[in-house]
Each structure stands twice: as structure tokens, then as C-alpha cells.
């Protein structure tokens, strides 16, 4: 399996804990009932469960263009070390990105989600090169 299917497959497993902590936060911040309604006048804007919530929505921004450009990678058989490295600064930069966010760290938060950023567009950059035959 190329790194580019690891790095999605790990992401993939990255956002199915993210979606669990997002619950658990809910449901520690909230209360059980909370979890169990249908959360119509309830919010979990604030505290821990927001930034967890907010960080989660993140991934789901992110996740389905990565997921494009690995894909795109094995397809078309097209792994160099630019979109290797692309899939690791993506994988990597979700996983730190979490706990940065959730201890409310401004500035290192932004960062870690720009090198993610950098790695698809590592990947892309590489793609767009070899579909032109540069």
C-alpha cells in the first residue's frame, strides 16, 4: 500500500475519533440528555466541546480533498516523495491540530493547520506537474 493510502487511511481513522470525542465532549460538557435530544435549544458552541466540535467540522472540511488527492496519487500511479511527504504533513498536521485546538493555543493552532493545508497542496502541486508533463 502506497504511503499516500496509509496517510488516508490513518486520517480516516483520525476522524472517526475526532467524531467520538466530539460525543463525549457533548455528553461531559452537556449531560447524557443532551446526547439523547434533539439538541434544539442546546448548543455546544463554548468550552472544550466547542473547540472539539469546531475542530471536528475542520477535518470534515479538509478530509474530502485529501482524500481526492490521495486517491488521485494511486490512480493514476503518480507517488513521488513531494506527494509522500503531502500525505504525512496532512496526516500529522490533523493529529497535532486537535489537541492544539482543544487547549485553545492561537497562533501554534493556525500553523499546524497550515502545514495539513500545505500537504494537499504538496500533492496537488505534484498532480497538476505530471498532468501537464512537466
Not at 488527492?69 to 496526516?91: D, I, K, N, P
Request: neutral net charge; proline residues 3%.
Amino acid at each position: 500500500m502506497s504511503i499516500e493510502l496509509k496517510m488516508l487511511l490513518y486520517a480516516g481513522i483520525v476522524l472517526i475519533v475526532q467524531l467520538v470525542l466530539q460525543v463525549l465532549a457533548g455528553i461531559y460538557q452537556n449531560g447524557l440528555g443532551y446526547a439523547l435530544s434533539p439538541r434544539d435549544d442546546l448548543s455546544n458552541d463554548s468550552g472544550i466541546a466547542g473547540r472539539v466540535e469546531r475542530a471536528f467540522y475542520n477535518m470534515l472540511e479538509t478530509f474530502p480533498i485529501f482524500a481526492a488527492m490521495a486517491l488521485m496519487v494511486h490512480v493514476t500511479e503518480s507517488w513521488t516523495s513531494l506527494t509522500a511527504l503531502g500525505a504525512q504533513l496532512y496526516f500529522w498536521g490533523r493529529v497535532f491540530y486537535v489537541p492544539a485546538y482543544v487547549a485553545g493555543i492561537p497562533v501554534v493552532r493556525t500553523v499546524i493547520w497550515m502545514a495539513s493545508l500545505v500537504g494537499i497542496c504538496l500533492m496537488a502541486w505534484e498532480l497538476t506537474r505530471l498532468a501537464v508533463g512537466a
